[in-house]
């Protein structure tokens, strides 16, 4: 199922990095529900689970 406001929070694709831009009130549901979805059971990689991290800051070069 699609989440829109994720997509629209959506800003790039880097490599095994996806940055997404929300307000600091947002930011951390935003980045729980997109682990939720990375998390999940890939079946067409016979039930691979990848495990992800996150880090916040207040540009996509800085962390904190």
Do not use: Y
């Amino acid at each position: 199922e699609r989440d829109p406001e994720l997509l629209a929070a959506l800003r790039l694709l880097i490599h095994d990095s996806l940055v997404i831009e929300a307000s600091e009130g947002r930011i951390a549901e935003l980045a729980r529900r997109l682990a939720l979805i990375m998390q999940e059971a890939n079946p067409e990689l016979d039930g691979l689970v990848v495990g992800t991290e996150s880090k916040t800051g207040r540009s996509w070069l800085m962390e904190g």
